[in-house]
């Protein structure tokens, strides 16, 4: 399958993240053609900081393999993965890392971009970026924009 077509069930991932007033990230986890996972935010629904989509999916990646090794695995994610899901990604030797939009803001953002890329190239990880960008950022924007307009 195409990358556009495993981002776009990211993307699902991300709409049923949105619709339950969660930041709509989605990730879907692929091994050979496959998808063994998918998931989107709940860190409001779980009340746990740490129930991000690519952390929900590495997990649930971990038990259809049933071991902590995704080896040969690709996340697809929406959103840049922030540095918490970067050492989970790591660490669960994901191979390609597949996002679509970027998360550079200020230059805060931009100093943990740099740091992300050399942390996963140290680590053979393939980045690939810009994959339904303009998707990816469209339902962030929109959920950001209905956030500000209710305070």
């Not at 991300?14 to 339950?20: P, Q, R, V």
């Not at 779980?46 to 999916?57: I, V, Y």
């Not at 994610?77 to 790591?90: D, K, L, Q, R």
Request: hydrophobic letters at 40%; glycine letters at 4%.
């Amino acid at each position: 399958m195409e990358k556009s077509l495993y981002m776009e069930e990211a993307l699902k991932e991300a709409y049923k993240a949105y619709n339950k007033g969660e930041t709509p990230i989605g990730a879907v986890i692929v091994k050979d053609d496959q998808i063994i996972a998918r998931a989107h935010n709940l860190t409001e629904e779980l009340k746990d900081s740490t129930a991000h989509a690519e952390m929900l999916a590495i997990k649930q990646a971990s038990e259809v393999l049933g071991g902590w090794r995704l080896i040969n695995c690709d996340l697809y994610v929406t959103m840049e993965p922030c540095i918490m899901c970067s050492g989970a990604i790591i660490n669960s030797r994901i191979k390609n890392l597949i996002i679509g939009a970027k998360h550079i803001k200020n230059l805060k953002m931009e100093k943990q971009h740099e740091f992300k890329m050399d942390y996963y190239k140290d680590n053979n990880i393939e980045v690939t970026f810009g994959v339904l960008k303009d998707e990816c950022s469209h339902i962030l924007q929109e959920f950001f924009k209905t956030l500000r307009n209710k305070h």
